[in-house]
Each structure stands twice: as C-alpha cells, then as structure tokens.
C-alpha cells in the first residue's frame, strides 16, 4: 500500500457521520427532480438526468457508508467519542435517513422490493439511533444549554420520514408509532431550542446553516400525515405545511446572516430542508387542487439545484484541501 493510500485511511479515522447530510440533500434534490418532471411534464432527457444523479447519488452512499464501517471497525474509540459528543452524536441518524430516502426513491422507481428492503434497513437503525439519542440526552453528564442547536432535530426527522414509504410497505400502526415519536418531540424540542437561540450565546458560525432544519419537520411532517391520511387534508395538515413555509419566508428574511459564512459540512443542512419545502408544497398544490403550489415548488427546486453544484464543488476542493477529515483544533 502507498504512501499516499495509508494517509487517505488514516484520515478517515475523522470521517464525521454529519457527511451524510451530502447525501439527504442530494436523494432530496433527486425527489424533488421526479416530482417537477411529473407535474411540470418535462421532456424524456430531463428525466435521465435525474435517473443518472440518482445512480451518483447511489454510488457516493456506498462510498461514504464503506468509508464510515471501515472507521468503526478501524478506530472504534474516535466512533464511541462521536457517538456520545453532544453535537456530533445528533447527525449519526443521518445514515438512516439516507437508507429511508433511497427508499422513496426506489419505489418511484418501481423498484418494490428494492423500496422495502431499504425501508426495514433504514427504519430499524432510526429507531435505534432514536433511542440511543434519546438515552443520552436523559441519562446525561455533559449537555449544557449550548449544546441544543437545530440538528438535535436530525433524530427526530428521521421518524416523521419512515411513514412516508411505511404506508405501503408494513401495517399502518408501525408508521403511526414512528410518526409519533416524531411530531411529538418535534413539539418538545422546539420550545428548547428557541429558549437557547432568543436567550442564550449565539451559535458557533458553522451550526448556523442549521437553522435551515427547523424547516424539516413541519414539511416531512405534512407530507407523511397526507400518506397517513390517504391524502385527507385537515387544519392539521395546513399547520404544518404554513408553518414550514413561514420559517423558509423568515429564512430568507434573515438572509444577510448566512453571508459570509466559511465553508463547512454543516452548509448541507441548506438542503433537504429546502427538498422537503420543495416536495410539500407540490403535494399542497395535488391536494388542494392549487396551481400556485406548484411554483413555490418550482422555485425551491431552482435555489436548491443551485445550492447542491455549489456546495458538491465546495466539498470537493475543501477534501482536496485536507479541511475536512482532518483532526479538530
């Protein structure tokens, strides 16, 4: 083995979980591609354009998730340290994540038992992650109000998401349970998490595009209810898509905050939040009957098509650079 091979893994021993951020964003953005090729009927080459992310998309999670058993196996400590750092631990549900938005992928795809087999992959380990998560946060030593930051939102997303594909896969009570656990500490940890931003240090500079998360919730949260509900739209479906949309409106109010921001892997966490905005309000226009729905769609697709070449080429130079997968200081 070269030089030049033994530094790659050695630098590996600091491949952070939060990577796989690239890769919600990316299966989101794919998502989001199917649904404006459907609703906006865009022509056959357009669609291999997405089909062709998808299969990229496909191929980096296999390389990241080789990447991260290959430093559990390797360096056991530096993944026992992560998996309990106050910060760190709230982005490992993110692999899960992954696996349950490959899925939806799939099974738009037609591909079934592809669709399922990811499904059970992914909605087992959330629900592990879940509670691992959760344990730490009670049984704790360590946190301090500094801690919470939006991504604490990561564990949480992951089970408002598994009904999404459940509906079709298992009994409904499964996505019922994890729809749940979900909603109700979406509605638990909130009030916490503003109690720290409104009273409290501001966050360091590279958690700031986490704000972006507090969008997740609400948006996947609408779009699994209306699979729960059979596509029923109630007052309780309409809370949730409004106030995902109010927190992108106040997002992009707040827009000269996020200028000037050095580069981090936390900048990925722009965008499934924006997939999930995207993807809420084409179904809001579906079942509403709505048109005007569907260029709020339209428009996030656009800024988030955008987001993704920029940030993919930022990552890129910034692994190139040796400022990622390197020891903290």
């Known amino acids: 083995m070269t030089t030049e091979n033994k530094g790659l893994l050695t630098r590996l021993r600091y491949f952070p979980a939060s990577f796989f951020g690239m890769i919600m964003g990316m ?6 591609l199917f649904k404006t090729e459907a609703v906006f009927n865009w022509n056959t080459a357009t669609i291999n354009v997405s089909y062709g992310l998808l299969i990229a998309v496909i191929v980096l999670f296999s390389v990241m998730l080789g990447a991260y058993i290959y430093k559990v196996v390797r360096y ?19 692999i899960a994540i992954s696996l349950l938005l490959l899925s939806i992928a799939f099974w738009e795809l037609e591909e079934v038992k592809t669709s399922y087999n990811l499904w059970i992959l992914g909605a087992t380990l959330q629900l592990f992650l879940t509670l691992w998560v959760m344990y730490n946060w009670i049984y704790h030593d360590f946190f301090k109000i500094e801690h919470s930051n939006p991504s604490w939102f990561i564990p949480i997303v992951g089970n408002i998401i598994v009904p999404i594909m459940g509906v079709h896969h298992v009994p409904t009570d499964i996505s019922w349970f994890f729809f749940a656990i979900g909603i109700v500490f979406w509605l638990v940890l909130k009030p916490v998490l503003f109690y720290r931003l409104i009273f409290h240090a501001p966050m360091p500079e590279k958690l700031v595009p986490t704000l972006f998360i507090f969008i997740a919730p609400p948006a996947v949260g609408f ?11 109630d007052g309780f479906g309409k809370v949730l898509y409004f106030f995902g949309l109010f927190f992108a409106l106040f997002l992009l109010f707040s827009i000269n905050k996020f200028r000037g921001l050095n580069f981090a892997l936390s900048w990925w966490a722009y965008t499934f939040p924006i997939a999930a905005l995207s993807l809420s309000s084409y179904l809001m226009a579906h079942v509403t009957q ?4 569907n260029w709020i769609g339209l428009g996030a697709m656009l800024v988030l098509a955008f987001l993704i070449i920029w940030f993919f080429i930022k990552t890129v130079k ?4 040796h400022k990622i997968c390197t020891p903290e200081h």
């Open 27 to 32: 299966t989101g953005f794919c998502l989001v």
């Open 318 to 321: 910034a692994v190139k650079n």
């Open 76 to 94: 056991q400590q530096d993944f026992i340290d992560e998996s309990r750092h106050p910060i760190k631990m709230n982005f490992l549900p993110a």
């Open 223 to 233: 779009i699994a209810y209306m699979a729960l509900t059979q596509g029923q739209i």
């Open 290 to 293: 709505t048109f005007f729905y």
